[in-house]
């Protein structure tokens, strides 16, 4: 009895420890949520409280887009790829109903194929490569304290900006109408072109690798109900890169800049948000949102700012100054990042994210190889 | 030194933007939108990375 007692103390002592740690990250988050609603409105709030879901399955599953594309190229092992494919289904069955019984209170992420898309998608692919970080994994990656992220980061929305700036020059090179795949056959055609990528995964796979972990196939049902609610909420898909570009452009307006030159920001709407706060832009809250999840899973676990930080050699981090620069410049030529314009591009029926999907993978396989060179990594 | 460092930094470049962003453009409650966009009968209008100027 006595030993049952001594052994119970100890035990119950760290626990106790841990809830008091964890109890003012949970606070904070529902103060943050709260505070935003009263003052900002409900659905700003919300979407905060989307964002932090993202950054919380992100994070906290380990469910991510660069890791599994490199793992596809390096190992042959498809399990993280087909997850997304998986969520991107689960989004598409209820984003093309709702879509197509309320149009113009919902809209998808539709957008043009063009020279500069298809080459932006590249680039961006490859740059999601070297840094390891995608538009969400950089989010996520900057918010547990990752080095290479956070460095990546305010030059990924530095190069949003520019991008946004310059997008409409870019897409004068030559682009197609906007081709959008909608209704019960669109929506078959999508499932349909889904299951067909994945077959294709799962033949090139390596053996004992065709199953998605269960680990993965719980973060797909997450995040694709995340998704749908961010389009409930806000009636537009999941995206990233537009926010970023805001962020620069009003620190440019408020610092005296004039955007005036660009045909991208001078457009009413976008005109209209630079004067407006970041918090009532949808893109800056969820990307916020994640920033903060990502951190709130980190801190609640026991060691999870234990890792020290790199020693890179100086041309690795400029090489990271460099392709996070690339990743946000080349993601507004390609209208979108992996979640705008692949995840929520196919999920929505927009044919441009089947064509950014092929042109970022592959530039995903030069980035893969680029990694070492830079410095980024022991060389094989 | 480890990732404390610079998840904290993180956070606190977080914390000044939105600081910056409420001194000079501040939240008001008497524009907030309907709560959900599904049934609101309000067309959509924020930006998105795939809009493009028309």
């Known amino acids: 009895m006595t030993d049952a007692i001594l052994t119970e103390i100890p035990a119950k002592g760290p626990a106790k420890g841990e809830a008091l740690r964890r109890l003012p990250l949970v606070l904070a988050a529902l103060l943050a949520v709260s505070a935003l609603s009263l003052f900002g409105g409900l659905r700003y709030g919300l979407l905060l409280a989307v964002g932090i879901g993202f950054g919380i399955i992100l994070e906290g599953l380990r469910f991510g887009f660069a890791g599994p594309w490199r793992r596809m190229i390096r190992e042959r092992d498809p399990g993280g790829v087909l997850a997304q494919l998986l969520a991107i289904a689960l989004v598409a069955l209820a984003a093309f109903p709702l879509i197509a019984s309320h149009p113009g209170e919902l809209a998808g992420a539709a957008a043009p194929i063009g020279y500069a898309m298809v080459g932006g998608a590249f680039v961006f692919g490859m740059a999601m490569q070297v840094l390891l970080g995608c538009g969400s994994g950089t989010l996520v990656n900057a918010g547990t304290g990752n080095p290479v992220s956070l460095l990546a980061l305010p030059f990924f929305a530095i190069g949003s900006f520019f991008g946004a700036y310059a997008t409409v020059w870019w897409t004068g090179l030559g682009a197609l109408p906007v081709i959008v795949l909608s209704g019960t056959s669109g929506l078959i055609l999508t499932l349909i072109g889904l299951a067909l990528l994945g077959g294709v995964f799962l033949l090139l796979a390596a053996p004992g690798t065709r199953r998605i972990p269960a680990r993965m196939v719980w973060a797909a049902l997450a995040l694709a109900a995340l998704a749908i609610a961010n389009l409930v909420i806000s009636g537009q898909p999941w995206g990233i890169v537009y926010g970023l570009g805001l962020w620069v452009a009003q620190i440019a307006v408020s610092s005296g800049g004039s955007l005036a030159g660009s045909a991208y920001w001078s457009m009413p709407g976008n005109a209209e948000q630079v004067t407006q706060s970041l918090l009532t832009d949808i893109t800056s809250l969820t990307s916020i949102g994640m920033i903060g999840g990502a951190f709130l899973v980190a801190a609640w676990r026991k060691n999870g700012f234990a890792q020290k930080i790199p020693h890179l050699p100086a041309r690795a981090w400029a090489s990271v100054i460099v392709f996070g620069f690339l990743l946000g410049y080349s993601s507004r030529l390609s209208f979108g990042c992996n979640v705008g314009a692949f995840f929520s591009g196919v999920s929505t029926g927009s044919l441009h994210g089947w064509v950014w999907f092929i042109a970022a993978f592959a530039g995903a396989f030069v980035g893969v190889r680029l990694r070492p060179l830079l410095g980024l990594e022991a060389r094989a | ?54």
């Open chain 2, 1 to 54: 030194m480890t990732r404390r460092f610079t998840a904290n930094l993180c956070m606190a470049a977080l914390a000044a933007l939105i600081l910056f962003d409420q001194t000079t453009r501040p939240l008001n409650p008497y524009r907030a939108p309907a709560a959900l966009a599904l049934g609101s009968g309000q067309a959509v209008t924020a930006g998105f990375c795939a809009a493009l100027p028309k």
